[in-house]
């Protein structure tokens, strides 16, 4: 006889009245390799049949069934049961985070989708009849194509968005699966709109607004690896020459205070951060005191002084020989991507 198995669901009915609540079905899954979204089904058809979701293709295609599962997003029928299991043979299935739920494991996307159309997500042409081949087609060079592979397999599920933390501080950042998209016109050479687009990307909610929790990364079921994309968009940003923004002087200044003493002097980050004076009063003074006044950190009047705060760490001269060997691996990128020639 097969396993027993738990499924806890949280439910939720808005036509109820009641809160939501969690539910447990205790079953034998419907076989021993039984995908997340089969013991759903199973319980739909044979234990609950009130039960609500979203699914299609089951075959991580259609984008339909990201749920959150043991707490991270998750696209439930492209992943087995027994890799969830806890030490009671419990799994956990809760509806995507950070959108309102509709009802059960349905949630509302609009705001997911109202991200992705805002950042244009099709390709501009200024001449619609430029460059095509006599048969219509606008062909792209394989290597120009391999810098959009990745994102263009995005099936826009919404598992990033689930665990997506600078979404859920901040519901005006675009995410992880809009800012993939981006990418993908950004780096697509049929456009003609990337320097429009790289400079609305980077305002406020943008690419630089995105904290590296690599959450997307963990949840993606494709090869997108959003934050990775979000990378590739600040280094186009940073070849078009869009530096006059806190996102990109927090890269610089993050790489300046390193080369300092080889610590990362948090101090100083935001300080290197800001575009001005009036910012600095503006913005990061009464954010420093609220953050004293909550104990999140203790003010020093050693960080009052210009300089470097830290004894240098030991292998400091190694520290700068990456970064130097960095800075010259990315300048012979920018040389070839400008097409001058290799003098090495
Ligand atoms: S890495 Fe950035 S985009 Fe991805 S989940 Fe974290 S904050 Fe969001
Ligand atoms: S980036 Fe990945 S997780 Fe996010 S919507 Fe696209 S396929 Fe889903
Ligand atoms: S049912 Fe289509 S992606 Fe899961």
Known sequence: MSEMITFRIRRFNPESGEEAYYEDFTFEPPNPEATLLDCINHIKWHIDGTLTYRMSCRSAICGSCAMRVNGGGQLVCNAQFHDFLDENGMVTIEPVGNMPVVKDLVTDFSDFWNKVHS??????????????????????????????DEASTCILCGACYSECVSYEADRNFLGPAALAKAQRLVNDT????????????????????????????????????????????????????????????????????????????????????????????????PMGVRMGLK??????????????????????????????KTRLDKEDETAEAEGEPDNG
């Open 295 to 324: 104990n999140k950190y203790r003010p020093n009047p050693i960080h009052l002084i210009p300089g470097r705060h830290h004894p240098e760490i030991p292998k400091m001269e190694e520290v700068k020989t990456i970064i130097q």
């Open 119 to 148: 950042v244009n997500p099709y390709v501009q042409y200024a001449d619609e009849s430029a460059e095509r081949s006599n048969d219509g087609e606008h062909r792209m060079d394989p290597s120009d194509f391999a810098k959009i």
């Open 190 to 285: 049929r456009d003609e709109t990337k320097h429009e687009r790289l400079e609305a990307l980077s305002e406020y909610g943008g690419m630089w607004d995105c904290a590296h929790c690599f959450a997307c990364v963990q949840a993606c079921p494709k090869p997108v690896n959003p934050l990775y994309r979000i990378i590739d968009l600040r280094r186009e940003a940073h070849k078009e020459g869009f530096h006059d923004n806190n996102g990109s002087r927090h890269a610089r200044g993050f790489v300046e205070i390193i080369e300092e003493s080889g610590w990362l002097d948090e101090a100083k980050l935001p300080v290197k951060s800001v575009g001005s004076v009036g910012e600095w009063v503006a913005d990061l003074l």
